[in-house]
C-alpha cells in the first residue's frame, strides 16, 4: 500500500519532471524487492520446549515468547503458488494477545510445522492437567493423551466435505449481494454530481418513451452482474470445504486460490447459530456457525466460524450431535407468537417506513422520469425492507429454556431467521426490559450477552409474553 501510494503521488512528476519521475519508481522498486527480503533474513524462531520463540524487526528487534499451554488457536493459510513447496502461513493466536491481528505469524514456514507445532500443545496441555489433577493410571490413559504423548496425531472421529451441488446452493441462495448494492446506493449522491444534467437529459430525450425502460433494465444488469458477482466470489472462498472433529477440536478447511485452515478447541464455542436467509428457508436449509472466543480484530471470520455451509433443516439436529454434542436440539418446542407482538413490530417499523417516505418525497430531482422512477423504487423498497421484515420478526422471535444448561433462542434480521442454542454458562449478562405500558399487558424484552470474537454479541427478543422472557431470567439466575 506504501508503495502503490508513493506512485499514485508521483504521477504529478511526469509531464514536469519525467526524469525524476523515472527516479522515484526506481527507488520504489527497489524498496519493493529489498524490504521483504530484510524483512526474511531479519526474522527467526525456535520451537522450545516449552514455547515457541520468535525473533524479528530490522530496527528495533523484537522477542516473542509465546507458551504453546496459551495458545487458543493456529490458523493456516497456503496460497496456491505455496502449494507445490509445502509452504504455508501459520497463524498463532493466544488467550492474551489483545492487539490487531494474531500474536504470532510465520510466513512460508514448512507445511510440517502445524503438526509438531500441534503435537506440542497437546502435550503441554496433558502436562498441565497432570499438574493440576489427580494422575490417571496408566492403563485408564485416554486415546487423546495417547497420541499427544506419542507425538502423532490421532484420527478424525467425523469428517464432512462439501460436495459441489451444495456449494452452489449454497452460493446461489446467499444475500451477500445486497451488501454491494446498498454501497452502491450509499455512493449514488457522489455519481449524481459526477454526471452532467445537460447529458443526462439530452440521453432521456433521445431515448424518448422507452427511456424508462432503459434506467429499469440497466438497475436490473447491476444486481444481476453483483448477484453473479458474489456466486464467484463465495464459490472461490469455500472451494472444497471441509470439517473434522479430533481430540476435541474442530478443523475448518476452505479455499480455492488460498488454502484457509482454521483449528479450534471445543470449549472456545459460547454458542451455535443456525442462519436461515429467506430463499433458504423457503428451501427449508440452513448455515451452521459457531460463536467463538477471539482476541483477533483482524479478521471478521474469527467470531462467526461457518462449520455447515448448507444443511437440510431436518438434518440439523443430528449434524450438531455429530460434530459439536451436548445440545438438546431436540427439545425445541415450536410457537407462533401472538398477535400483539405483531402489532408492536408493525408499528415500530411503520414508523420508519413513515419517516423514509416523508423523507424521499421532500428530495427534488432535476429530471422528472428520474423522480418518478426513483419514488416508484423507494416505495418498493420501503415495503421489502422494512414492512415485510416487520412480519416476520413478530412471527419468528421466541425464547426457551431446553434444560438447565441450555437455552433457545429465535431471532429475525430483515429477511434471515436466526437462531441461537445458548449454554448457560457462556451468557455473560442479561437484561430484561419492560416499560409500565408494557408491563400492563404482559409484556417484555430480553437481552442475552455472549462474548464473540474480541468482543460481544447481542442477542435480542422483543415483546414476547413476560411468562417466556422470565422463564429465561429465572434459568440464569439459577445457582450451580
Known amino acids: 500500500m506504501p508503495i502503490a501510494g508513493g506512485v499514485i503521488g508521483s504521477l504529478a512528476l511526469y509531464r514536469k519532471h519525467p526524469t525524476l519521475f523515472a527516479g522515484v519508481i526506481a527507488i520504489l522498486a527497489v524498496f519493493a524487492l529489498v524490504w521483504p527480503l530484510l524483512k526474511y533474513f531479519t526474522f527467526t524462531y525456535q520451537l522450545l520446549d516449552q514455547e515457541i520463540y520468535v525473533k524479528h524487526g530490522l530496527i528495533f528487534r523484537k522477542q516473542n515468547h509465546v507458551p504453546y499451554d496459551r495458545i487458543q488457536n493456529v490458523a493456516v493459510k497456503q496460497w496456491f503458488f505455496l502449494k507445490p513447496f509445502d509452504l504455508v502461513t501459520l497463524e498463532v493466536e493466544t488467550a492474551g494477545h489483545s492487539d490487531e491481528g494474531p500474536e504470532v505469524t510465520l510466513i512460508a514456514v514448512p507445511l510440517s510445522l502445524r503438526d509438531e507445532l500441534a503435537s506440542r500443545r497437546r502435550l503441554a496441555n496433558i502436562a498441565d492437567g497432570e499438574n493440576q489433577t489427580v494422575p490417571r493410571p496408566a492403563n485408564r490413559a485416554s486415546p487423546e493423551s495417547q497420541s499427544a504423548t506419542n507425538g502423532t496425531i490421532s484420527q478424525p472421529t467425523a469428517v464432512y466435505e462439501i460436495a459441489t451441488r451444495d456449494l452452489l446452493k449454497f452460493a446461489v441462495t446467499s444475500p451477500a449481494f445486497l451488501t454491494a448494492l446498498l454501497a452502491i446506493m450509499a455512493v449514488y449522491g457522489r455519481l449524481q454530481k459526477l454526471i452532467s444534467e445537460q447529458l443526462l437529459n439530452t440521453a432521456v430525450k433521445d431515448l424518448g418513451q422507452a427511456g424508462w425502460v432503459v434506467i429499469a433494465l440497466g438497475m436490473l444488469a447491476v444486481v444481476l452482474v453483483l448477484y453473479l458477482g458474489s456466486i464467484v466470489v463465495i464459490v472461490i472462498q469455500y472451494y472444497r470445504f471441509t470439517l473434522s472433529l479430533s481430540d476435541g477440536q474442530l478443523t475448518t478447511v476452505r479455499g480455492l486460490f488460498q488454502r484457509n485452515t482454521v483449528t479450534l478447541a471445543q470449549s472456545r464455542i459460547q454458542a451455535v447459530r443456525v442462519s436461515q436467509p429467506l430463499l433458504r428457508s423457503w428451501l427449508h436449509m440452513a448455515t451452521v456457525k459457531l460463536i467463538v472466543v477471539s482476541n483477533s480484530k483482524k479478521e471478521k471470520d474469527t467470531e462467526n466460524v461457518v462449520i455447515m455451509p448448507l444443511i437440510a433443516e431436518s438434518d440439523v439436529d443430528d449434524f450438531l450431535q455429530r460434530f459439536v454434542t451436548d445440545i438438546p436440539t431436540g427439545q425445541v418446542s415450536p410457537s407462533r407468537q401472538s398477535g400483539r407482538t405483531l402489532y408492536y413490530q408493525l408499528r415500530n417499523f411503520g414508523l420508519v417506513a413513515l419517516g423514509i417516505v416523508l423523507a424521499m418525497t421532500g428530495m427534488t430531482f432535476p429530471w422528472p422520469r428520474v423522480a418518478v422512477i426513483a419514488d416508484s423504487i423507494t416505495i418498493v423498497l420501503v415495503v421489502l425492507l422494512l414492512i415485510i421484515p416487520a412480519y416476520l420478526t413478530a412471527r419468528r422471535t421466541q425464547v426457551q429454556v431446553l434444560n438447565a444448561r441450555f437455552a433457545f433462542a429465535q431471532t429475525n434480521f430483515l429477511f434471515t431467521r436466526e437462531q441461537y442454542y445458548l449454554p448457560r454458562q457462556n451468557v455473560q449478562s442479561l437484561l430484561v426490559k419492560q416499560s409500565k405500558w408494557l408491563q400492563q399487558r404482559h409484556f417484555?424484552?430480553?437481552?442475552?450477552?455472549?462474548?464473540?470474537?474480541?468482543?460481544?454479541?447481542?442477542?435480542?427478543?422483543?415483546?414476547?409474553?413476560?411468562?417466556?422472557?422470565?422463564?429465561?431470567?429465572?434459568?440464569?439466575?439459577?445457582?450451580?
Not at 424484552?445 to 413476560?466: F, Q
Open 444 to 480: 417484555a424484552s430480553l437481552t442475552l450477552n455472549v462474548r464473540a470474537g474480541s468482543e460481544g454479541r447481542k442477542v435480542t427478543v422483543r415483546y414476547l409474553p413476560d411468562e417466556a422472557i422470565y422463564s429465561v431470567y429465572d434459568w440464569y439466575r439459577q445457582s450451580d
